[in-house]
């Protein structure tokens, strides 16, 4: 940068916005490692694990700004003041984000705030969540035959009301993962059901994707309130409707729980998992 700060200040330095991927730090892009190990500053959200930070220098400063829902979080205004703050004095800023910060990440906003205040950012993509909790558990998110319509939504809104194309995301063929969804699953359930979505629409949810503490369960849009409760899983999660294993020739992975509710398996044993071409 040229020109415009105060004698004596510091040159301006700069702000990196890196997407870290879902979790596993080997999934990191090289150009995400060689500029966390550069950072004299790292911002970081709170699904950004140890494995990614030790990529960072000794003596970098390490903000967290972590945001969890319904749980303590820092407030976007302030984050964007800590990026051009840390960037005005000088310092090579990472912000490092979970997944890819483009993906309901808020990066738009942290942007914007950068570049008002004059200050050159670089953008890292990064292996958004869906991609790779899907890659995790060998699911195909489209299929050429039947699966050619892929949407990532989110679960969750500033004023809780859900706003989605529900008769869209119910329509037969459609696939879609949702973000931040296990909050509001119980409403999601309800909206696509009264869409037209059947109650057998295969759903999958993936908490923790790709880290040591992964769980994934295979089961259905009219089981997944039971399915999120008799696994205890409260996010970070990913929720994938309208796809199947079976409709891709292939076979439930072994790591992958199958949950029916206990209406739906009358005369077997509790959890028995479905036969895998039916889910």
């Not at 005005?88 to 890819?100: N, P, Q, S, Y």
């Not at 989110?154 to 869209?168: F, K, M, S, V």
């Not at 409707?241 to 005369?267: E, M």
Request: proline content about 5%; hydrophobic content about 50%; aromatic content about 4%.
């Amino acid at each position: 940068m040229t020109g415009s700060h105060a004698a004596g200040a510091p040159a301006p330095g700069r702000v990196q916005l890196i997407g870290c991927g879902p979790g596993d730090p080997d999934l990191l892009t090289v150009r995400a490692v060689q500029r966390i190990a550069a950072a004299d500053v790292l911002v970081v959200d709170r699904l950004v694990g140890e494995g990614v930070l030790a990529h960072a220098r000794a003596d970098a400063v390490i903000i967290s700004v972590g945001k969890e829902a319904g749980g303590p979080s820092t407030a976007q205004d302030e984050i964007n003041r800590i990026l051009v703050r840390e960037a005005l004095k000088g310092h090579v800023v990472a912000r490092l984000k979970g997944g890819d910060g483009f993906v309901f990440g808020r990066a738009a906003e942290e942007i914007a705030a950068v570049r008002a205040a004059g200050i050159d950012i670089e953008i890292v993509p990064g292996i958004t969540a869906a991609h790779a909790c899907a890659a995790s558990i060998a699911l195909p998110l489209t299929l050429r035959e039947s699966v050619r319509q892929f949407s990532l939504v989110t679960g969750a809104t500033a004023d809780g009301d859900i706003d989605l194309d529900w008769t869209a995301l119910a329509a037969p063929g459609q696939a879609f993962a949702i973000y931040m969804g296990v909050r509001t699953a119980r409403t999601v359930r309800q909206k696509l059901i009264a869409s037209g979505a059947p109650a057998s629409l295969p759903i999958v949810v993936v908490e923790n994707g790709t880290r040591a503490n992964e769980v994934a369960v295979a089961t259905t849009l009219g089981d997944l309130i039971d399915a999120i409760a008799a696994f205890a899983i409260t996010g970070p999660a990913i929720i994938f409707g309208g796809l199947a294993w079976g409709d891709a020739n292939l076979t439930i992975p072994d790591k992958v729980h199958v949950y029916r509710a206990p209406s739906d398996r009358v005369g077997e044993t509790a959890h028995a998992p479905s036969a895998p071409d039916a889910i």
